[in-house]
C-alpha cells in the first residue's frame, strides 16, 4: 500500500497580521463595553453607600428623641470621653459596630488608632483619588471619605452670619460646629426636598486636602471649610458652588477638581442623598436656583425642572 503524504499550509504573514488586527478590534470594541459595566457597577455601590448612610441617619434619629447626628465633634457623649464626629455617630447604625467599641474610653472616637479606620461604606469605588482609603499624603494617617455633609442641614447656623461675630452661632466653647438645630421631623423644606450628603473626592494635591470621616472638623460641604481661620468662608450669598460633573483629581499634574464644590469620579453626574435617605444623580442642567432650593433647608425654595 502507498502512503499518501498531505503538506500542511501555516498561515501566511499577511494572514496572521489580518488575524490580529480583528482581535485588536475586537478588543477596541470590547473595553468601552467592559468600562460600562464597571462604571455602572461602580455607580450602584456608589448609591448603596449613600443609601445606607441615610438610613444610618434616620435610624440614628429613631434611637435619639428624633434628633440627627451633629454637623462636628461636640461634647455629650460619655461612651467617648465627650467628643465624636458626624460618621462616627453613625458606625452603630451602618453595621460598623467594631470601629466603634476600637475607640471607647479614649476620649473620642479617633481615638485607640480609629483616626486611621478605614471604613468602605465611606469611599466611592470611583473615586480615584486615594489608593489606600487614606490621605495620600499621609497613608498611615487618618481615613478620608468620599462624601460629606450639607452644613446647612446639620449645624445649629442659619444662612447668614452673626453681625456681631462672624463665627457665631456655628461655634461652641471648643471651637467647633455643634448639633443642628432640626431634627428628621421639622425641616422646614421637608426631607425630600433637602441635600443631606454629597460626593466629593477623598483628596485634592492642588490643596493638599482631604475630606476625612473620623477628623473633628473633617468632612463638610457648606459655608465653612475645615479650619476656617486658614481657608475662610465659602459658598456666600446665594450663589452655592454648583457640582462639577465630569471633573477628575489626579494624584500629579494640574486638575480642575476644587473641595469647595460637589464632586466625583462619575462621567454623567455626582449623587447626592436627600434627607429622606433616597439617593439622585445631580447633572450639569442643574441651575443655580434649583441647587440653592435643596441646599437651603429652609429657604422655601422649589427646585425647578431641571432637578
Sequence with gaps: MSRIVKKLRGFTLIELLVVIAIIAILIGLLLPAVQKVREAAARMTCGNNLKQIGIGIHNYASA??????????????????????FDAALLNFIEQDNVWKASLNSGASWGN?????????????????????????????????????????????TNQNNQNNPWEP??????WLTASRFTIGNIPDGTTGTVG??????????????????????????KYHQWTTLYGQFLNGSNLYLPQIGYQSKQSGNFQAHPYYPNGGHATSVLVMMMDGSVRGVTGGVSQGTWNAVIYPDDGGIPGSNW
Design 64 to 85: 435619639n428623641q428624633d434628633k440627627i447626628p451633629p454637623m462636628e465633634a461636640y461634647s455629650g457623649s460619655a461612651a467617648t470621653g465627650g467628643w465624636y464626629t
Design 113 to 157: 488608632g480609629m483616626h486611621a479606620a478605614v471604613v468602605k461604606t465611606f469611599l466611592c469605588p470611583s473615586d480615584s483619588s486615594h489608593t489606600t482609603g487614606r490621605r495620600p499624603t499621609d497613608p498611615n494617617g487618618w481615613a478620608a471619605t468620599s462624601y460629606s455633609q450639607n452644613n446647612y442641614m446639620f449645624t445649629n447656623g
Design 170 to 175: 456655628y461655634i461652641n466653647n471648643f471651637g
Design 197 to 222: 450628603m454629597v460626593e466629593r473626592f477623598a483628596y485634592y494635591k492642588g490643596y493638599d486636602w482631604s475630606p476625612l470621616w473620623n477628623h473633628p472638623t473633617g468632612a463638610h460641604h457648606g
